[in-house]
């Protein structure tokens, strides 16, 4: 059953990709963290990815080149691990991850950001809402967008805080393309330059690598964002007390002609 299971798999697989104009898909069935997968090193130039979330993995099985890099056992970060070994030099990555991967205290969720942060390029880094897999998973989510330099070249991290994809965030995801952060996203992407004057208090903002580094490279938006509050303004006492007292006035006046009509 299991042979059956996995072949239909990669058919449906193969029949997504040709859907959507992949004409000759290569799809394997292999365990891409096990050992076995070694021969995958540095062989693409872009990598577009949804990892598994909230996966475990037994130390026996993972590859001892991606245990090298973050000794852990969940999926999340081995797959971090993995993409980076797996892109040439200067080669790019945008991954979906967990929230957990951007502030996770454990020694390995550090080396990860560390490794992107200081070794790499780490490029930007857009925060999602957390219905966007709605209904299959409500986790909150980020992509993280990097390059593979192996001598790092992060100087500034561009931000942005996506609050809707163009569906509703519950089970049913209806379309509301008037919530749609995506054009905007785009459209500043391919205009990084004019980003250097947004204020944290803006949808998308700069941070520099310096300010990441001295937060234990944490890659939570809301560690850098600012919320910008109105000062609500309220009248003097005197002021609230005197229109009080014009209302009641006009109560009294208008119960008084109530009466006058009803005799």
Known sequence: HGYDFDTTMLRIGSM?????????PDIRYKDSLSESDEDNSELYTLILANPPFAGSLDFESASKDLLKIVKTKKTELLFGALFIRMLKLGGRAA??????????????????RKILV??????AV???????????????????FFTKTNSGGTEDVWFYDMQADGFSLDDKRTAQPEKDD????????????????????????FV??????????????NR????????????????????????????VKGREELEGMLG
Do not use: C
């Open 16 to 24: 997504n990709m040709l859907l959507h104009g992949v004409e000759n």
């Open 95 to 112: 991954v979906i991850v967990p929230d957990g991967v951007l502030f996770g205290s454990s020694n390995a969720h550090k080396v990860l």
């Open 118 to 123: 200081e070794e790499q390029k780490l490029d």
């Open 126 to 144: 857009i925060s999602m809402p957390s219905g966007v897999f709605k209904p299959y998973a409500g986790v909150s989510t980020a992509i993280l």
């Open 182 to 205: 995506l054009p905007d996203i785009k459209e500043r992407w391919s205009n990084l330059d004019q980003e250097y004057d947004r204020e944290r208090t803006d949808q998308s903002f």
């Open 208 to 221: 520099p690598k310096s300010e990441i580094a001295e937060n234990d490279y944490d890659l939570s938006i």
């Open 224 to 251: 850098y964002k600012e919320v910008e509050y109105e000062e609500v303004k309220y009248d003097p006492p005197k002021v609230i007390l005197a229109r009080l007292g014009e209302l009641e006035e006009e109560i």
